[in-house]
């Protein structure tokens, strides 16, 4: 489809994208049909992602990149046309500074043992945020124990927004990498990442983007952001599990050693050298997640179908009205009031620990999150062990929001 023509969200028909989604045409023997709100955790396929991937392995399944037979020029066709999309989805200069990974955690621990290791003295510094995932924390905090470098941390404000003044505190000339979430998977809270990205690029430091959250909520422009490194997963993006995306800017991709090492990565090898090969296979040593890639591809294709814009404008309308029943509610808390939200609320219910909640509502067919969401920094801040998280994604109605309610209203008086 081309931009302009795209479709306005009265035109987009909720019930038919939802009926592209096989799971949803299961009729459970027992329980009730599946209400899905954790999109934040992994957002369910479409049938175009699962037939891009069925007909891999049963048309052409081959190794990319290697053989000149029939299967295998397709198959490097398709692999490759895959990355022409990531780098138009996300707006980068060019397909060589997209690095395919086995997803955003793979990206973030290759850039930190690649690219911020080799460099690493004692005494610099490395910035996070209070809100991150323990996927953009724990690396950056086990490099900098590693190698005597101090990890600083951004905190809140009770809105759950970042305290932009204390972050400008935080950089000196020591700031050798700034790590944010672009949208918080706990929160919902949105990141003004053109801000903190020239901040950090003022004092010199590079920045890196986790967008794994991000990629359903708006479209991604790496030149207009001017970022450094920005990480995606497929699974988040109606794709695959197991395969997501690096990119980086050109001149650091090639000025960084491989990220491993392996078959597929190379020019020359003898006995006392290897020379690598150019980007991006430099980066993608050993076969790649061939079937991920290509699922992947399809999945863009979906997004792009429907607009990131519309998927955002639905799941946002979705959001604002389950905020309004549930701030009417008795017995019920939501965390964080941020300037900007994401399509996800983290909340508590009086009196009932979160993973009750959760088993609750999953008997009553109603699928949310409980716990820490791996970002137990945050819930130290909120001072609880965990909340019960809603996400949203473009197949739940007002329907779902209402069935969800009603199942707190349930837990809530069941446990009073
Ligand atoms: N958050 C959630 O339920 P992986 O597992 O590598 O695909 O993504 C890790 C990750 C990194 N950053 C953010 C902001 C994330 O939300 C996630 C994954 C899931 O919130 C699973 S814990």
Redesign the pocket.
């Known amino acids: 489809m081309k931009y302009g023509c795209r479709p306005t969200l009265d035109m987009l028909d909720v019930k038919k994208i939802k009926s592209q989604f096989p799971i949803f045409s299961q009729k459970p023997e027992k329980g009730a049909e599946l209400v899905y709100l954790?999109n934040?955790?992994?957002t369910q396929k479409p049938q175009v992602v699962i037939d891009a991937i069925t007909n891999y392995y049963s048309g052409y399944n081959s190794n990319v990149g290697r053989g000149t037979y029939w299967p295998a020029t397709q198959a490097t066709q398709a692999f490759e046309t895959t990355r022409n999309k990531v780098q138009h989805f996300i707006n980068a200069k060019s397909r060589k500074e997209i690095i395919f990974t086995?997803?955003?955690?793979?990206?973030?621990n290759k850039v930190v043992s690649a690219f911020l290791i080799p460099d690493l003295q004692v005494g610099d510094e490395v910035i996070v945020t209070e809100m991150?995932?323990?996927?953009?924390f724990i690396p950056w905090q086990q490099a900098c124990l590693r190698k005597g470098a101090t990890l600083k941390m951004i905190p809140l404000r009770e809105s759950g927004d970042l305290d932009h003044d204390v972050f400008e505190d935080l950089l000196t000339s020591k700031t050798k990498l700034l790590a944010i979430?672009?949208?918080?998977?706990?929160l919902g809270v949105v990141n003004d990442l053109h801000r903190l990205t020239s901040k950090a690029h003022e004092v010199g430091g590079k920045v890196l983007i986790?967008a794994?959250?991000l990629v359903t909520h708006e479209k991604i422009d790496v030149q207009a952001i001017d970022c450094d490194f920005l990480?995606f997963?497929g699974?988040?993006l109606f794709g695959p599990?197991g395969i997501?995306v690096l990119y980086g800017k050109e001149e650091l991709l090639e000025a960084m050693p491989p990220l491993s090492f392996g078959g597929g990565m190379v020019k020359k090898v003898t006995l006392d050298e290897t020379t690598f090969a150019d980007l991006p296979n430099k980066h993608e040593a050993g076969t790649s997640n061939i079937s991920g890639v290509i699922g992947l591809g399809a999945a863009i294709d979906f997004v792009n179908g429907l607009g990131v814009e519309n998927i955002h404008a639905h799941t946002r309308e979705l959001t604002e009205y389950a905020l309004e029943r549930l701030r009417e509610m008795d017995g019920v808390t939501v965390f964080g009031n941020p300037k900007e939200r994401a399509s996800l609320i983290s909340l508590a219910v009086r009196n009932v620990h979160p993973h009750d909640v959760s088993s609750f509502l999953g008997e009553r067919g109603i699928a949310i999150?409980a716990g820490h969401?791996?970002?137990q920094p945050l819930m130290d801040f909120l001072k609880v062990s965990g909340t019960c998280?809603i996400?949203f994604g473009i197949y739940n109605t007002k329907q779902d929001v209402d069935r969800v309610i009603e199942g707190l209203v349930e837990v809530r008086d069941f446990f009073a």
């Open positions: 954790d934040a955790a992994t086995s997803g955003t955690t793979d990206a973030i991150e995932h323990h996927g953009n979430t672009a949208v918080s998977n706990a986790d794994a959250q990480t997963s699974h988040k599990t997501g999150r969401h791996c970002t998280r996400s």
